[in-house]
């Protein structure tokens, strides 16, 4: 028989908080807030840079790209949350937690592999100014973009077709917030080292080797700040590397210990944190990192609001 047809499960209960139910309620409030400024921050960034022809350069438009999944990994994961929120047990479909699941490692994976490449974007840009049209022409953006989205597939293809191959035969119950692999493996009836092993070394791929290059890039972008004449655009400079390695680490930090072991020895609520620090966090923090501290994108988000205030006292 085949494993799949072993399975005796056709839905899951997700627990959320229900351990405190007297912090589920404030929690909602927060957690809807942060949705829709993520939502709101976002849109804003992807439509100035949509109307904004000064903006088509590869930096903005690696950004445009984040923005759009930031927004679709937020919209995969709050709105569930949302609902898991106002109750004590929430029901997921078999098929709804596959879809969410897929859609996580989807959107996460492009999300590691675009920071990679936006490093790699502003390395060039800062360390070799000279022939930067040439590193970063339109080509090489397009490959760098599509192989980013190409290998989300992938790897959301993979983990989330091996992860629900495994029989599910009860209990049912996900003590977590939505459908992540590590919770749902942790339901299986049946021996995971293999994936264990896979997820292990698909997180030093898919995670740390980004990781590391984004590292490298800023240790180089670093050392030609330093050369840099003016105090004050070294300090700007150093201000804004800073900013940019403190969201990449919050991401990739708390990915990397959330996949490196599925079946590690956190507890639930360790989970929990860790999870909503890359899925809640670094889609709000990254419009305020990577774009409203930017001052072209100032001038540009000035410049669409005075366009729209003079049409409208016409």
Known sequence: MKRQNQSSVVEFIL???SNFPELQEQLFGVFLAVYLVTLMGNAIIIIIICLEQSLHVPMYLFLQNLS????SFSAVIMPEM????TREKTSIS???CFAQMYFILFFGGTECFLLGAMAYDRFAAI???LSYPMIMNKRVFVKLVMFSWVSGIMVATVQTTWVFSFPFCGPNEINHLFCETPPVLELACADTFLFEIYAFTGTILIVMVPFVLILLSYIRILFAILRMPSATGRQKA??????HLTSVTLFYGTASMTYLQPKSAYSPETKKLMSLSYSLLTPLLNP????FRNSEMKRALMKLWRRRVDIHAF
């Not at 759009?68 to 927004?71: A, E, M, S």
């Open 15 to 17: 627990l959320g908080f």
């Open 68 to 71: 759009v999944v930031d927004v």
């Open 82 to 85: 949302l609902v898991v929120l």
């Open 94 to 96: 078999f098929v709804s």
């Open 127 to 129: 360390c070799h100014p």
């Open 238 to 243: 150093f201000s804004t590397c800073a900013s």
């Open 288 to 291: 305020l990192i990577y774009s």
